[in-house]
C-alpha cells in the first residue's frame, strides 16, 4: 500500500509541474506584452526561398550588427545583454552590448552573438545579434496571404516594414508585423475579404 501512495504522490508532482510550468510560461509572456517597452525593429528581405514555414513568416532585421574593436573578449555564441534607443524615426537601435546584466533599466534584451570574420586590417569585429524574435506566428487559414503581403512590402523599397517587439529585463515578445504602418493580420483580413 506505501507503494501505492507513493507513486499516486509522485504521479501528482509530475501532474501539477506539466499544468504549472506551461501556466508560467504563458504569464511571463503576457506580462512582457502588458508591462513592457515597445520597440519598432525594422525588417531586411529575406531568402526568398522559403519564406514561410507552415504558420509563420520568418524574419531578418536591418540593424542587428554592432562593429566591435576585436580583443578576444568576445566569443562566438556568447550570451549577452543588449539596450537600445529609439532613432528620429521611431526605429530600435542598438544603444549598448555587455556581457553583463544592466542595472538602471528594465529594457534590455537577452540574446546570443554570432561573431563574423574581423578584419585584418583593423582587427575589428562584427557582431551579429541572434534577437529572439524572428517568427511571426499566424492562423494557417492566414499564412499564404501573408506570405505574399509581406514579399511585396519588402519588394517596395518606399514602404517600411518592421516588427514590434516588447522588451523588459532581457525577455522579448514579438506583438505584430506592420507594414507601413498597418498589422499585417488588418492586411490579411481586408485581403482575404476583397477576394470573396
Given at each position: 500500500?506505501?507503494?501505492?501512495?507513493?507513486?499516486?504522490?509522485?504521479?501528482?508532482?509530475?501532474?501539477?509541474?506539466?499544468?504549472?510550468?506551461?501556466?508560467?510560461?504563458?504569464?511571463?509572456?503576457?506580462e512582457v506584452l502588458e508591462s513592457g517597452?515597445?520597440?519598432?525593429?525594422?525588417?531586411?528581405?529575406?531568402?526568398?526561398?522559403?519564406?514561410?514555414?507552415?504558420?509563420?513568416?520568418?524574419?531578418n532585421y536591418l540593424d542587428n550588427t554592432?562593429?566591435?574593436?576585436?580583443?578576444?573578449?568576445?566569443?562566438?555564441?556568447?550570451?549577452?545583454?543588449?539596450?537600445?534607443?529609439?532613432?528620429?524615426?521611431?526605429?530600435?537601435?542598438?544603444?549598448?552590448?555587455?556581457?553583463?546584466?544592466?542595472?538602471?533599466?528594465?529594457?534590455?534584451?537577452?540574446?546570443?552573438?554570432?561573431?563574423?570574420?574581423?578584419?585584418?586590417?583593423?582587427?575589428?569585429?562584427?557582431?551579429?545579434?541572434?534577437?529572439?524574435?524572428?517568427?511571426?506566428?499566424?492562423?494557417?487559414?492566414?499564412?499564404?496571404?501573408?506570405?505574399?503581403?509581406?514579399?511585396?512590402?519588402?519588394?517596395?523599397?518606399?514602404?517600411?516594414?518592421?516588427?514590434?517587439?516588447?522588451?523588459?529585463?532581457?525577455?522579448?515578445?514579438?506583438?505584430?508585423?506592420?507594414?507601413?504602418?498597418?498589422?499585417?493580420?488588418?492586411?490579411?483580413?481586408?485581403?482575404?475579404?476583397?477576394?470573396?
Amino acid at each position: 500500500m506505501g507503494n501505492r501512495k507513493m507513486l499516486l504522490f509522485f504521479f501528482s508532482l509530475v501532474a501539477l509541474a506539466q499544468v504549472l510550468v506551461p501556466a508560467k510560461m504563458i504569464f511571463d509572456r503576457e506580462e512582457v506584452l502588458e508591462s513592457g517597452t515597445a520597440f519598432k525593429f525594422r525588417t531586411a528581405p529575406i531568402d526568398p526561398s522559403d519564406p514561410f514555414r507552415g504558420r509563420y513568416i520568418t524574419l531578418n532585421y536591418l540593424d542587428n550588427t554592432q562593429e566591435v574593436r576585436d580583443n578576444g573578449y568576445w566569443a562566438d555564441r556568447e550570451t549577452l545583454f543588449v539596450t537600445f534607443y529609439k532613432d528620429d524615426n521611431g526605429f530600435a537601435r542598438i544603444f549598448s552590448i555587455s556581457k553583463e546584466e544592466p542595472s538602471g533599466t528594465k529594457d534590455y534584451l537577452k540574446t546570443t552573438l554570432s561573431l563574423m570574420d574581423p578584419d585584418e586590417m583593423d582587427r575589428d569585429v562584427t557582431l551579429l545579434l541572434n534577437y529572439p524574435f524572428q517568427r511571426f506566428y499566424m492562423g494557417e487559414f492566414k499564412a499564404k496571404d501573408a506570405e505574399k503581403a509581406y514579399n511585396r512590402s519588402l519588394q517596395d523599397s518606399s514602404g517600411v516594414t518592421y516588427a514590434l517587439v516588447m522588451i523588459k529585463e532581457g525577455e522579448a515578445v514579438l506583438k505584430d508585423v506592420l507594414i507601413g504602418g498597418i498589422s499585417i493580420e488588418e492586411i490579411v483580413r481586408e485581403e482575404q475579404l476583397n477576394k470573396n
